[in-house]
């Protein structure tokens, strides 16, 4: 498949977005927490269930820890889980909610490849996947439907799990597939078929899981042993785009567009136009970018609030800048070393 | 606002364009400046435009993103609804509560404001809790208990890989040849950016420039309000980052583009599908479907094939027209019927009409022709060559001329016409081999212009201008018609019956009074008949005529069903096709059987329009050669297993394979895919055997490690029943041949599992024998270039799946494969690999070395070369994964 380079020349160009926070928006830490010795790769707030809105985890090392913000902008500790094995190191998490009784789940995975199902409120281990070849770099949640899980690998796949039956129902890899590690992926915010994945082969890829949403219902219902599942490989994604010309660490959905970041010091916000009948055809259009200065180390995250009013980027190791991207922001909680999450909530605390 | 800083991007390349444009502007500066503040604020306006159209963008975009989280929060709200009533609630609140109390104490009202409280948290893990301790005013212990995640073993890492039943060639994008790479050290964050020696990345071409709408904008409305001149082209030039040439050939093309607009409706081409010739008809076909293993764009050889024509073909069935009945009621078969009755009478004794060709009408055609070429020359009325048609349209209209006043009379003019010392037996063959090399000479041309460009146009023409010449060697013919009848012998008699079906319905040979009347209605006839044939018709009757030979009833139904009648196909195949149909013949010595040679013109057709110039280059020569297995001295080298097995690409010769043959220049053998003949001398030519299942050496096919094919070999035969849903009875006495298991894929069910050295290992599931095969080592064809780039990468992460395959391929299981793949190496193996040649391609098979127990695990010597081989695989038992290579050479896996 033919990667899709931006249009260059006169009526391509970008528009240069910015970043600076306004004064009137400008977030001061406000408490402070030192959780372990080491770097907490991940941090998320469950935006899977109004009821616990207030609750966030993150991840480091072999550790998962949830929390619960309070009304007088502190947070308390809610629960600690450690993985037996002490060379586990969780790169990511992801909030996910069980078919049955809604209980809040937490799926978190990391350099084992093990992917972790987490049930907070009976504070037991769900389930495990085994079956990705490497490392997992990140895990989302399809906010529709929340018992489905993606997940991106150094095996250059990305999977589609079911956390309900613990199956594995689609592999996106292949012919079309990533080249090397994919570092994040992302569901459409509205089209509960389509996603995308980017990685270190420097490419932004929308997939569409259309022809085979038979097998995403099928899994639902499945009975036998979730390694009889028929796991079907989708090897052709719907649009390859050569956004960047380095790693891309990060990509994130806003609206119908794409938000992207790799290693140049900038977010770049532009539009895939797929074709719906000739998958691998189409053209991208770069709308934005967004200036984020010392931004030059890869595997920093960013990531937006519930309203996408939002978004939060670390900068370097050190620096955390918000950027209001609307307004509405409340709450922003900023983990060291990778990523910085926003949400929409009461008062600011700052995690460091 | 919007970053116009453009030029930053831009190649050196680019720049250097500009700086040319720059000065051109220099030149005639004084006249371009107000072109260049007007284009300036083009330029502006352009580009204020295009922030608009963003901001407008991101606006609609924020609302349907707004509505789109409203969404996912009713979605998230609508769990909570869900849940109030039952006991479930809130699951986390009582946590949440305790929570609350244990931070009760400390002073919350002063951590709002600055960093006053830091809790500091301290695992205890041996106790398995987790102590939370705050800093701030009040100092506080908080005691949570850890939740363990039971020990799950982890995998051995992998990277997910497709399935291959089928080796597949490597497709273009997936080159790593020429691309920059970076690599991050696994341990620190360093980059290494491994980008290949310089010199190996190729130079950027010449790329053209891709306009875009707003450039397009400017430059129309540039000129419309300038002018297409220098000083516009040149200013423009400054904007963008095009050639004057690319500008002055875009501001053509919108010109065009915006007239047609303007110039009221558009006018819908609907051209008929049938104007298209066969070629571009079935251009798509001939370019997706591969021959060799029957599907439409095959991934082992591509698409785009050189198509190669066998030289043979399948003999069609020739039914005599007496059995036949008539297709319907526009057959020829009725037509010929009322012919008859209205003819016999004149024609007498000229009672068979045998239409399919037979051997003496092809004689005569041959000489015919050669006849009318002759009297032409005499006449003077030679038209010129390079009118290729001229020739042919004159055949045949000299044909059905001529044909229709019997051939004895043709002969008596000619032996008036040539030296009359020759008997007149002898004489047919001298005048054709005197007219041969002629002929040939002007083949090529001929064909390229029947084959590339529409025939409906020569022939046309060229039927308007046999028309006189019919009258001529009409009168002629009138002439010697007198005595017509007074030779009869058996052939001429033949010939003539023949001759006469041939002509047109309307020609009558024996009313030679009425004769002249009737000229001119047949002539229309003719010419009203062959221009009603589209060149796809044509083509599809000539594609007839190769599958169905003369058989106009099936040519109407098959090919032409819906277009053309059997009438009509059988007219234009005595009028026009026929003689179109004996043009290839010209081209080749008139040495053999003419029977076979009638067969052989469309099949020279057919060769002669293969696509050389989609020929590969890849004939060239190697250092080591091998031939057919007759020779003995291949055998050794076969067993060898140090030189390189050879691709093997389809020749296209016809006939026989001379030196030039690509296949012998390379070294390999001809295959049933060759355009050759079966007697080809370089043809493998399978084996005899009828015992040891052409499991030993002294079958060729298997000394020659190839696999036995039931096409080739004689008693290796694959059934797929006993006889009773009708297929063919097996041949060979019900010999069973054991060198198909390739080709079959008769494979031992192998299992993927932890290996018992290192990462995984394929395990076989049933105990096999000795020599048994396994399965195939399957992967992505790459070349040897590409298999050392690849190589590179893999040595980091090391592990390597290329196996060498042939001169020309290495097989990279890396991404896809298929279990084998797992199998580790071991220098005192239990299994082997070996290259065979299964219908024309080269496969790797994994064949058993000593008996093996079920659930074993299989390991083979990867035969690395000396100075290849990882350190690890130098000491007895090894792994691949294990250690670090450290040869600066690729490890490459070698069949023996």
Redesign the interface.
Known sequence: ???LGP??????????GSLVPSRKREY?????????KRPLYAIGFN?????????FATVGGN??T???C?E???F??????????KDESFYTLSWA?DHD????LLVAAGS???I?V?N??T???AK?F??H??SINEIRTQ??K?SLIISA?K???VRLWNVHTGICIL?F???G?H?NEVLSVDFH??DIECFASCG?DNTVKIWSMKEFWLYVDKSYSWTDLPSKFPTK?V?FPVLIAAVHS??VDCTRW????ILSKSVDNEIV?W?PKTKEQSPGEGSIDI???YPVPECD?WFIKFSCD???NQLAIAQSLELAKMAPY?DGMKWIIRAPKTETSVAALP?VVMLD | ????S?AS?SSSQRSKRSDQGMMGRDAAAASAVPIHGNLTQL?RQ??S???AY??E??EA??K??????C???D???A??V??RG?D?G???SQ??AE??S??AG?D??N?????D?????E?N?AA?T?V?SSSGAAAQR?V?????????E??P????W?FLDKNQRM?D??SVVGRRR?YYDPVG?EALICSDSDEEIPEPEEEK???????D??IWRATQEHGLNREVVNVLCQ???ATPSEIEERSEVLFEKNEKHSASSDKIESQLSLDKTMDAVLDSFDNLFCRRCLVFDCRLHGCSQNLVFPCEKQPYSLEPDENKKPCGHQCYLRWREGFQEMHDDGLGGCATYTMESGTASHKVDVNIMSESEDSNREKGNIRSMTLVGTSRSKIISSVSAEESTTPPSADTSETENVSSDLPPSSLRKHKISKHGPRYRERSPGKRQKVFTSDISFASNILNKLSIPEIRDTRQESRESGGDKLQIVDESTKKTSSKDICGESPTTTTDNVGRESNKVSSTNNLLEHTLSCWSALERDLYLKGIEIFGKNSCLIARNLLSGLKTCMEVANYMYNNGAAMAKRPLLNKSISGDFAETEQDYMEQDMVSRTRIYRRRGRNRKLKYTWKSAGHPTVRKRIGDGKQWYTQYNPCVCQQMCGKDCPCVENGTCCEKYCGCSKSCKNKFRGCHCAKSQCRSRQCPCFAANRECDPDVCRNCWVSCGDGSLGEPPARGDGYQCGNMKLLLKQQQRILLGRSDVAGWGAFIKNPVHKNDYLGEYTGELISHKEADKRGKIYDRANSSFLFDLNDQYVLDAY??GDKLKFANHSSNPNCYAKVMLVAGDHRVGIYAKEHIEASEELFYDYRYGPDQAPAWARRPKGSKKDEASVSHHRAHKVAR
């Open positions: 498949m033919a990667k249009g260059q020349g006169l009526g391509c160009e970008a528009a240069e001061k830490p406000c408490g402070k927490h030192t959780e372990g935006f899977m269930d109004a009821r616990y809105y207030d609750v550790r998962v949830t929390y619960r309070l007088n902008g502190s308390a500790l809610l629960q600690a889980y450690i993985d037996e094995d909610r009784d809604g209980s809040p084992n490849g093990i972790r987490i907070c409120a504070e037991k281990l495990s085994v079956g070849g490497d906010p529709l929340p690998s095996d250059e796949s592999i890899a292949g012919a597939g080249r915010p509205s270190m490989y090897q380095n790693y806003l609206g119908d567009f916000l539009e709308l934005q970018k180390i519930f309203h996408f609307g008062p | 606002m919007a970053s116009l453009k991007d330029i352009i580009k435009g295009r922030l963003i901001k963008k991101l975009n924020r349907t993103l707004q509505r789109h989280s969404a996912l929060f979605v998230a709200a769990a909570e869900a849940s039952t479930g809130n699951a986390l946590r949440a929570g609350q244990r931070l400390s919350l009202a951590g709002i404001e600055e960093r409280v830091v809790y500091m948290q695992e893990l398995g987790l939370l908080t949570v208990r850890f939740v363990k995640l039971p020990l799950v982890r995998i890492p992998y990277t997910t497709i497709a994008d997936q970076i964050n420039h891709f306009f875009t709408e707003g450039e904008q400017l904007f963008i980052d991404r896809k």
